[in-house]
């Protein structure tokens, strides 16, 4: 079971909007409809921002959004805000059990 | 209030035992459940397993299994993660998390711990 790819950075400006991917295999990310993603600012438990591929947790902004394509799903950041400055991480249904991404560090220039 | 509050900080030699652990309070302790969360340092999250308070259905990662013991105890709404011979690999903050009802998926959870740095050394 091997760890979900991700890009290790990706960075943006205020107000621009940053895509983050995560690609799995037919096993896992292109299996079905669950994959979440969670933000973590350092020094911190991470934070669940997205599940089932789209859906937002009440109180999570709605300028996070996720999608899926095949084996690899999507993380949608529109109007950066420098408090969006975090690591990332996707997180996919496998089998019984589960798998994150490598995580991604997100930088708002 | 919902909360996952977890054991402290622990320093052990290796080939010793340890068991952390995870007391949950302000909701039906056995109708969630709770998994364990590793992050070695300066590294990424890795789902380790999941147990079902209630009947204490567990499920591990292959990574873990057999590595580490999850288990429960619904009477002090407490979960825990066990070791019986730590190495110096397992040097990491483990936290746990509550996986939120409703969902499918072993890796959604909505309320997680603070997080328990555990440090092997001789």
């Known amino acids: 079971q091997s760890a979900l790819t991700q890009p290790a950075s990706v960075s943006g400006s205020p107000g621009q909007s940053i895509t983050i991917s995560c690609t799995g295999t037919?096993?896992?990310?292109?299996?079905?409809?669950?994959v979440s993603w969670y933000q973590q600012h350092p020094g911190k438990a991470p934070k669940l921002m997205i599940y089932e591929v789209s859906k937002r947790p009440s109180g999570v902004s709605n300028r996070f959004s996720g999608s899926k394509s095949g084996n690899t799903a999507s993380l949608t950041i529109s109007g950066l805000q420098k408090e969006d400055e975090a690591d990332y991480y996707c997180c996919s249904y496998a089998g019984t059990s589960a798998v994150f991404g490598g995580g991604t560090k997100l930088t708002v220039l | 209030e919902v909360q996952l509050v977890q054991s402290g900080a622990e320093v052990k030699k290796p080939g010793e035992s340890l068991k952390i652990s995870c007391k949950a309070s302000?909701?039906?302790?056995?109708?969630?459940?709770i998994g364990w969360v590793r992050q070695m340092p300066g590294k990424g999250l890795e789902w380790m397993g999941i147990?079902?308070?209630?009947?204490?259905?567990?499920r591990y990662s292959p990574s873990f299994q057999g590595q580490v013991t999850i288990s429960a105890d619904k009477t002090i709404s407490a979960a825990y993660l066990q070791w019986s011979s730590l190495k110096a690999s397992d040097i990491a903050n483990y936290y746990c998390a509550r996986r939120f009802i409703g969902s499918y998926h072993p890796g959604d959870f909505d309320y997680w711990g603070q997080g328990t740095l555990v440090t092997v050394s001789s």
């Open positions: 037919s096993s896992d990310v292109g299996s079905h409809k669950l």
């Open positions: 302000g909701y039906n302790f056995t109708n969630y459940w």
């Open positions: 147990i079902s308070p209630g009947d204490s259905d567990t």
